[in-house]
């Protein structure tokens, strides 16, 4: 198995005290969410984990359960995300917006009228989606959000849903 993933960082085997498990009950924890190693364990629909999820969890007195989108951390626990994009380049960034929001714990919902959402992302300050969020009082965010609170991914006290 090591040589197999020589560079991940830990192992978390989800049965006490087992030598013998099958890939499917072992989480990998790793510092990168990208690059050849995250692509071949995200490709196999593995567990991944980031770092700052396990201190986290251990901060909570809680211990990391077999997932099947990789989780990085928990900046965006509790944060339900809609966008109203207009923009071909915005569009073309709500792609890696979404991974990052999964990763962090977030929600990414279509429709803004729902109880989960508690933030719109946009590029622009029109259309029916903005209108709501505006006539609601839902904060209303850039991009520039996400791409900061991915920056602080590895703070483990960082929450994105809180103002600074």
């Known amino acids: ?13 989800f049965r006490n005290g087992s030598d013998h498990f099958p890939l499917e009950e072992v989480a990998y924890v790793v510092e990168e969410f990208e690059g050849s190693i995250y692509d071949n364990l995200h490709s196999k629909r593995l567990t ?25 951390s928990l900046s965006m626990e509790s944060v339900g995300i ?7 380049k915005f569009k073309s960034d709500i792609k890696r917006y979404f991974t990052w929001i999964q990763s962090m714990g977030g929600s990414v919902l279509k429709e803004v009228n729902t109880p989960r959402v508690t933030h719109l992302v946009t590029d622009s300050c029109r259309g029916d989606k903005y209108r709501y969020a505006s006539t609601f009082g839902l904060p209303v965010m850039s991009g520039e959000w996400i791409r900061s609170a991915w920056a602080h991914r590895n703070e483990i006290d960082f929450k994105a849903g809180n103002p600074k």
Do not use: W
């Open 1 to 13: 198995m090591t040589n197999y993933f020589p560079d991940f960082l830990l192992l978390i085997n």
């Open 82 to 88: 809609c966008f109203n994009h207009c923009s071909k």
């Open 48 to 72: 991944i984990l980031g770092p700052t999820l396990v201190h986290q969890l251990a901060a909570r007195g809680l211990t990391p359960q077999p997932c099947e989108r990789p989780l990085f």
